[in-house]
């Protein structure tokens, strides 16, 4: 199973991997992590989701109630003030635990970037074998700005030392869902 | 060499933590790239890009017309040009039309090449890398002295006292901290950044695209943040399409470090929107700076080939011991050598071409099959054939190719040496030759070279032959190596006969740029090895060897001797190093060994030339297993003993130090003997072993094999 490799690769770079049978589940994961981040309390700290097919305007408006800290109004400022941030992928890479997205849109890469963590969800049936099928599937003519993820940031410059989250997040938690709505 | 550089390399040598610090990487990287290729093909891969790239690199031109249309179909500005000023004006120009006056970077070794930052900075624009290790030798005013690890020479405290300085707070060593500081601090810079600057890993001529590889996530920040965008690609970055970047993606951070990917891959093909709805502005710079004329010349084009990787320099025994700045340039280590020689100027690469010492290490590893110590023997040969040789090498070389006058000062020698001599060592040199017997004892001349003494020994008459070259350390020094060969292969029936006009090889006058010599040499021994008629031609020095069946064919090619290159060929067919002729012989049943149990623990030596250039390494080992010996295999058995011909003369303190680890190495697996094909390695090995007293005894294959035959 591609998924099982994916998996293996991920983890083995420090990437956080779930995944769920139905969208239901993955939301209230996503809720119940929010909330144990503090992003539910009141004057706490902020979490950004950039738009995204997962996200339709139902459930922005339930996630508003629930979820005092959490913002989908995307800038600078408030990906850079925000502990969390929470993207679609489109697709994901088995052999290398990747997560690829087609990133033109600046809101999806600064959720990505700047927050301490980042929640990916993807689509299960997005996961391809490799990169030449992943190259395949979506040709760099056809996207502005490929994102190609794989683990969270990090670094060895200072005495070889491996050392996450210099730039990027510190944490990569990949959010599989088996049955995303259309 | 420069008494400047030499000194430079010894007071890096001096320096613990940076040697101690570039030791255990290249223990740990050996084992994280071997598991980051578990699985795939290694030699296939390598194929593949080195056929991407080296045709890429007969297409610059065309590629980067196309690179060009396509980016800017898009709305990409991009600008092509030759000369680095260019690249610097054409920047300087884009900030003032647009106001910039702070300028992110994420790391662009091709920006380092031209000295953007100088320019920039000296035009008032404030310039902050942001790639970690780019930072710190930014901050300590210091050059990359790796590509992929720019600040590995330094220490975490001198990292702390850069960052404490920096934000006026006394820090402490706590790395993650550190890094979290420097997270924070240029955080900053980024969202105050009005231009971001970028190299390319890749640059994809059929979509226009330009490829970032990065693990810390500041190049999406570089490319993200600020409204303007500059790229800076240097030509040979081209690729012509989207598949082909893959295999590159595999390869390179797998070599790089270990990894199956980055954290991070960019693939930027056209502006995208800023947070305010205005598009960003996409500026595109295609640098040749020579290597168009790179791509032209025969030889070099092939270091087009190369993708940044610094697997050589992770791997290489000088690397490793002096570091990065010695090479005194932004590309560092041998292939930094030959970039340098182009990008730059000839003249930076006169002085550090001679830091290699040809072991081939490095290519063995590289993804984009660069052929670097050939290509560093190629600058010496251009050197030479401008410059000509340093008078005192020329004269000593114009004596070992006088054959006659070679053989009677060796005999002098022996007679020399004689107050100095003990045990057939020479432990202490008088002078300014002492260097070379500090660190390990020196062979004597023998009182009777082989050639003498091959013609007292009772050989089977009648049966095939075969001609022996012994090359100058077994003739003049080991000649009893030459004996061993002898008695196994008389065993075998084969008489063994030995050409008189034979001479030295010609592998030191190559490995000095002397080609000429190198040609008439090959020339020499061709004549005297076929003119017998024999059909095998076998010798038990592995850079004999090599030489015989690779290099004089390359040394006439180049020296334009086409007349000699049919019988060069023949030359090299009939030609074998010891270990392979036997273990064919023990094949073909024409030798037996004694096949007994436990006889004693031998650890085998891997020369380079053996392993790395003849790729004999299992042959040896096979037959004396079937000996009955066990074999212990020493950490890094493949590493280079240091000696490397004349290297260990003009480079003593480095040779020293490869050796100090080899002979650790050797002690550490407790063997009784340690083995090995090369009399060079004998030399340096025996020598190391003597001087620390070591029990360990010293043996070329053909003696183990001449007392264990039936």
Redesign the interface.
């Known amino acids: 199973m591609m998924i099982d490799t994916f998996k293996i ?1 991920a983890e083995a ?1 420090g990437s956080e991997v779930y995944r769920f049978s139905a969208d239901e589940d993955a939301l209230s994961f996503i809720v119940e992590f929010l909330k144990k981040e503090g992003i539910a309390e009141l004057n706490g700290p902020t979490a950004v989701w950039a738009d995204c097919p997962f996200l339709t305007a139902m459930r922005k408006k339930e996630l508003v109630e629930k979820v005092e800290g959490l913002r989908f109004d ?3 400022e408030t990906a ?1 003030l925000a502990k969390i941030g929470i993207s679609q992928m489109d697709w994901a890479i088995a ?4 997560l690829m997205q087609n990133a ?4 999806q ?2 959720v990505s ?1 700047l927050p301490n963590i980042h929640l990916a969800i993807v689509s299960t049936n997005k996961i391809l074998p490799d ?2 099928t992943a ?2 599937e979506i ?3 056809d ?19 491996l ?1 996450i ?5 510190e944490r990569l938690i990949v959010i599989f869902v088996d049955q995303p709505e259309n | 060499m420069s008494s400047q550089l030499r000194k430079r390399a010894e007071e890096a040598m001096a320096q613990k933590t940076l040697t101690s610090a570039l030791g255990s990487f290249s223990e740990a990287y050996v084992v994280s790239r071997a598991k980051a290729y578990e699985g795939l093909d290694f030699e296939e891969l390598r194929n593949s890009i080195a056929d991407i790239k080296g045709k890429a690199s007969q297409h610059l031109d065309a590629l980067a017309e196309q690179f060009k249309k396509n980016a800017e179909a898009r709305g990409a500005k991009v600008f092509r040009t030759s000369s680095p000023e260019e690249v610097k004006k054409y920047i300087l120009n884009l900030a003032r039309e647009k106001g910039v006056y702070r300028i992110v970077k994420s790391k662009s070794m091709a920006s380092e090449e031209i000295h953007l930052n100088y320019d920039l900075e000296a035009a008032g624009i404030s310039v902050k890398e942001t790639d970690l290790g780019e930072w710190i030798i930014q901050l300590a005013g210091q050059r990359p002295s790796h590509m992929v690890l720019p600040a590995i020479h330094m220490t975490r405290e001198q990292v702390a006292d850069l960052f404490s300085k920096e934000i006026s707070e006394r820090l402490t060593t706590d790395i993650p901290k550190l890094v979290k500081v420097a997270r924070r601090e240029l955080r900053k810079y980024f969202f105050e950044a009005d231009m971001g600057i970028s190299g390319a890993n890749i640059a994809i001529a059929e979509s226009g695209t330009i490829v970032l590889v990065t693990n810390e996530g500041n190049a999406r920040l570089v490319t993200t943040l600020p409204k303007i965008h500059v790229v800076l690609v240097g030509l040979e970055k081209l690729i012509p399409g989207v598949q082909d970047a893959v295999p590159i993606l595999k390869a390179l951070p797998r070599s790089a470090t270990g990894q199956l990917l980055t954290s991070y891959v960019s693939m930027i093909s056209a502006p995208t929107p800023n947070t305010d709805g205005t598009q960003k502005e996409l500026h595109i710079i295609l640098m040749d700076n020579q290597r168009t004329a790179m791509a032209a010349d025969p030889q070099f084009r092939n270091a087009l080939q190369c993708i940044r990787c610094a697997a050589c320099l992770n791997v290489c025994p000088v690397y490793r011991l002096v570091g990065g700045h010695v090479f005194g340039h932004v590309y560092t280590g041998g292939i930094g050598t030959i970039l340098t020689s182009w990008f730059n100027l000839m003249q930076n690469a006169e002085d550090i071409q001679g830091l290699c010492i040809t072991c081939g290490r490095c290519k063995t590893v590289c993804p984009g099959k660069v052929n670097i110590p050939e290509l560093i023997l190629e600058i010496r040969r251009r050197i030479v054939q401008k410059k000509g040789m340093p008078f005192i090498q020329k004269a000593a070389f114009a004596v070992i190719r006088n054959r006659k006058l070679f053989h009677s000062l060796l005999r002098a020698g022996y007679l020399a040496q004689k107050p100095l001599a003990k045990d057939g060592f020479i432990r202490h040199l008088p002078m300014f030759f002492s260097g070379l017997a500090e660190f390990r004892s020196l062979p004597t001349v023998a009182e009777t070279p082989f050639r003498e003494r091959i013609k007292k020994i009772k050989q089977p008459q009648g049966g095939e032959k075969v001609a022996f070259f012994a090359g100058c350390a077994i003739d003049f020094v080991y000649p009893h190596i030459g004996e061993a060969v002898v008695k196994v292969l008389n065993k075998a029936g084969l008489e063994v006969i030995f050409p008189e006009e034979q001479s030295c090889c010609g592998t030191p006058f190559r490995g000095s740029g002397d080609y000429d010599l190198a040609a008439e040499a090959a020339i020499e021994n061709i004549k005297a090895l076929l003119k017998d008629g024999v059909p095998y031609v076998v010798t038990a020095c592995a850079s004999c060897a090599s030489a015989l069946k690779l290099e004089f064919v390359h040394v006439l090619e180049t020296e334009g001797k086409t007349e000699w290159i049919a019988q060069a060929k023949e030359l090299a067919a009939r030609t074998y190093d010891f270990s392979t002729f036997v273990k064919k012989l023990v094949d073909e049943k024409r030798l037996t060994l004694k096949e007994a149990k436990h006889l004693e623990r031998i650890t085998y030596h891997d020369s380079c030339h053996a392993k790395r250039f003849l790729n004999v390494y299992e042959e040896p080992r096979t037959l004396m297993r079937k000996a009955g010996y066990d074999i212990v295999e020493s950490f890094e058995s493949d590493m280079c003993c240091g000696m490397g011909g004349s290297y260990t003369v003009k480079q003593p303190e480095i040779s020293s130090r490869i050796l100090q680890r080899k002979l650790q190495n050797i002690e550490d697996t407790h063997a009784d003997m340690v083995c090995m094909e090369c009399p060079g390695c004998i030399m340096q090995i025996k020598g190391g072993l003597d001087k620390t007293g070591s029990k360990i005894r010293v043996k070329h294959t053909a003696e183990i094999l001449a007392d264990n035959l039936r």
């Open positions: 690769k770079v995307i800038s600078f850079a052999d290398t635990g990747t033109g849109a600046v809101e890469r600064l970037m990169l030449t190259l395949a040709n760099p003519r996207a502005d700005y490929l994102t190609f993820i794989t683990g969270p940031s990090r670094t060895a410059d200072i005495e070889r030392v050392t989250g210099v730039h990027g997040p």
